[in-house]
């Protein structure tokens, strides 16, 4: 009996390998499908028109999600007072007027789509707005060794305002100022581009149109960054991490800045968007979490049944900006290297070895220009002249 045993163990084994080393690739597919409604929705207290974005959920293999389209929006307060939403781009809602959430209201959203289905929110109550004590950029040695920049984020509330504004969520965006390492006021300027048309190849230079040694950047976050003040003894925000840059990153060369929004959440809030982000924290889709359907806080009134993703919250904002100079941190000390190479790779011909041209519009060898197509195709700018030509870097 042992023996049979063994045999099934080894053949199983056997047939697990041969299973481990003959993978086929396979093309993923949807089996079941919901045309669920997507929600996305803020109101805060600034003084803005306020955006509602709907979408239909698509499936695994479809690459964008499908708009909702001429929806009825609104948003209603406490008192009744309606705010009208009118579609701006297919599934964006902005308000007609501007408005802004007020301490102590409640609000809820409701959505009516275009096949007569309605969607109402509940109320939720607009939190007590907590300001940003300090947002500062500090030089640190991050967790794994790097050595760079921390932008962190202090704020204070009352023991009294403690069970009321809590929960914190954060964003910011990133400017930064970009200086090309090797300019030249003037560029390339194509005069005869024919071969063999009696005019022989000509690129001269010109001045450049526009300035373009200096630009600036952006970028926005795009991770979920939440606090909380529910296990804090002072119920205040310390050096929460908003952001790290690396030594090496050259955004911050010459000039950053980052604007940090900080909005109090309410309890629900908090809760959801922290499941929302256990749900997407891995890259590999087949190792995420599954928590089934995300409950958010919608009701479908013409059908009970019908599941509705998505929240609509209501938060109080505030912001805070930081500006510093990489000399600022790291005083004395040689730049980030470039975003990209910007070695002079040589000269690019103005004919190619072998052109010959008879007059009479006919050539032989190569008839191609190579420094023409170059700067044509965007790939060759000018730097510099060439005022020591060699056998490897010939020409002007």
């Known amino acids: 009996m042992r023996i049979k045993h063994a045999y099934l163990f080894s053949l199983t084994a056997f047939f697990g390998l041969l299973l481990c080393n003959c993978v086929e690739p396979f093309t993923a597919e949807t089996l079941t499908f919901e045309n669920v409604l997507v929600v996305d929705a803020l109101l805060t207290d600034e003084d803005k028109q306020h955006r509602v974005l709907l979408i239909r959920a698509f499936c695994f293999e479809e690459e964008n999600p499908n708009a909702e389209r001429n929806a009825d929006v609104r948003i209603i307060d406490i008192d009744g007072r ?20 007020t301490q102590g209201s409640s609000y809820r959203l409701e959505i009516k789509t275009s096949d007569g289905k309605w969607y109402v929110s509940e109320s939720v109550v607009t939190p007590m707005n907590i300001a940003i004590k300090n947002l500062t950029a500090e030089r640190q040695i991050n967790d ?9 984020v202090d704020n204070s509330s009352k023991a009294s305002e403690a069970s009321e504004a809590s929960y914190f969520r954060y964003e910011y965006e990133e400017t930064y100022k970009i200086i090309t390492p090797k300019y030249d006021p003037f560029e390339f300027e194509v005069i005869e581009n024919i071969a063999c048309d009696g005019n022989f190849y000509e690129v001269g230079i010109k001045p450049r149109a526009e300035e373009q040694r200096i630009c600036f950047g952006s970028a926005v976050s795009k991770r979920l960054i939440q606090a909380s003040t529910t296990d804090l003894e002072n119920s205040t925000i310390e050096d929460l991490l908003i952001q790290f840059i690396g030594r090496d990153n050259y955004i911050m060369s010459y000039r950053y800045s980052i604007l940090v929004k900080q909005f109090s959440q309410t309890q629900d809030a908090h809760s959801f968007y922290d499941q929302l982000g256990n749900f997407s924290s891995s890259d590999n889709i087949f190792l995420q979490i599954q928590l089934g359907f995300l409950i958010g806080n919608f009701q479908t009134k013409s059908d009970q049944e019908e599941k509705v993703l998505g929240y ?34 040589g000269n690019s011909e103005l004919i190619t070895r072998g052109y010959h041209c ?16 170059g700067i044509s195709a965007g790939l060759l700018v000018f730097v510099a002249p060439n005022e ?9």
Request: with cysteine; proline share 9%; aromatic share 12%.
């Open 388 to 396: 020591n030509p060699t056998r490897d870097m010939p020409g002007p």
């Open 144 to 152: 794994i060794g790097e050595e760079g920049v921390a932008i962190l």
């Open 82 to 101: 309606e705010y009208d939403f009118k579609e701006t781009e297919p599934g964006v809602y902005l308000s007609e007027i501007s408005f802004q959430a």
């Open 358 to 373: 008879d007059g009479m519009g006919n050539c032989d060898g190569s008839c191609e220009s190579p420094l023409i197509e």
């Open 312 to 345: 609509f919250e209501v938060a109080t904002v505030d912001e805070e900006r930081v500006y510093y100079n990489y000399s600022d941190v790291f005083p004395n000390e040689e730049l980030p290297p470039y975003a990209i190479n910007c070695e002079t790779l």
